[in-house]
């Protein structure tokens, strides 16, 4: 897209229009994509952008969650109802599968089984045969995927190499791969948590509802607001209170934390998002406190 195009477009309408040029870039060069679909806030922006690629016809590629088997049911619902209304088809892969084939080894019963979704989602690459996979991830969330280019390239054992990086100049993308090896490509890696709940607005998107404010029991450990559930229940000696939260991100319930909100609405959340200095993942994922390298580490290993 021209320069001069770029500078007649709002800031959204750009955006838009360079996502929808990607989906169709993986779509024209790839024979057998999947787009990943968690019901969350990103990769529902996702299906709406997809609508506007390549309606009235159907998706020229299938939808897919690779579950934990530990995600919030507001949200698998959503899932389940959104590709529902869509008519199209949702492959579900779950870890608890990788789990019964011995693929997937917890440490203990209580281990997150969030970063063992790599290995589930390559088997699924496998067994389906696909050669991209389009994602929801975006450079604002976390420095690992700051680095990671819009056609992100996988080896044949699923890995990614930062070092190893294909140029992207005058928004040419190369999402051409061998056999065995995989393309994942990001189509609103460049919007911010800001955009997405702009477009969000503008384009009246429902959402589960755990996105708005609500009262939910927590703790509060390591500067985070641990859910208390039957997966994450209090421990001795911990104080449990009722809090008003939303989540800003969602995932598997062992790994992430809402924040304090009385946002219950769309036009609040955008107030809040304006001012917030924290990423949402920063705000939110247990999983990523552990180490400023653990997202990077698990990109390698053939995370999203």
Request: aromatic content about 8%; hydrophobic content about 35%; proline content about 4%.
């Amino acid at each position: 897209m021209s320069t001069l195009t770029k500078q007649t477009l709002s800031h959204l309408d750009w955006l838009e229009a360079e996502a929808i040029h990607i989906l169709r870039e993986v779509a024209g060069q790839c024979a057998n994509p999947v787009l990943l679909f968690s019901g969350g806030k990103d990769s529902i922006c996702l299906l709406r952008l997809a609508e506007k690629a390549f309606r009235p016809g159907r998706f020229p590629f299938p939808l897919m969650h690779i579950d934990t088997g530990h995600n919030y049911k507001e949200v698998t619902d959503f899932r389940d109802k959104r590709a529902a209304e869509l008519g199209e088809r949702l492959i579900v892969r779950s870890v608890e599968d990788s789990m019964a084939r011995g693929t997937v080894v917890l440490k203990h019963a209580g281990e997150s089984r969030n970063k063992h979704q790599s290995v589930t989602l390559l088997e699924a690459i496998e067994e389906f045969g696909f050669d991209a996979c389009i994602g929801g991830a975006r450079r604002d969330e976390e420095k690992a995927r700051a680095k990671e280019r819009i056609m992100s390239f996988r080896d044949e054992f699923g890995q990614w190499d930062p070092k190893n990086q294909r140029p992207e100049l005058w928004n040419l993308y190369n999402a051409r791969s061998h056999k065995g090896e995989n393309i994942r490509a990001f189509p609103i890696s460049n919007w911010t948590e800001l955009d997405v709940w702009q477009y969000i607005q503008r384009e009246q998107l429902e959402l589960p509802s755990i996105y708005f404010a609500h009262v939910r029991p927590v703790v509060r450990k390591n500067g985070l607001l641990q859910p208390v559930t039957e997966l994450t229940p209090a421990k001795p000696g911990d104080k449990v209170e009722d809090v008003q939260v939303r989540f800003r991100t969602v995932g598997d319930i062992t790994c992430t934390a809402p924040v304090e909100s009385d946002a219950d609405t769309v036009e609040k959340i955008l107030a809040e998002t304006a001012t917030t200095t924290i990423t949402e993942r920063g705000a939110t994922r247990m999983d990523d406190q552990t180490s400023e390298a653990s997202m990077e580490q698990r990109k390698k290993e053939g995370y999203f």
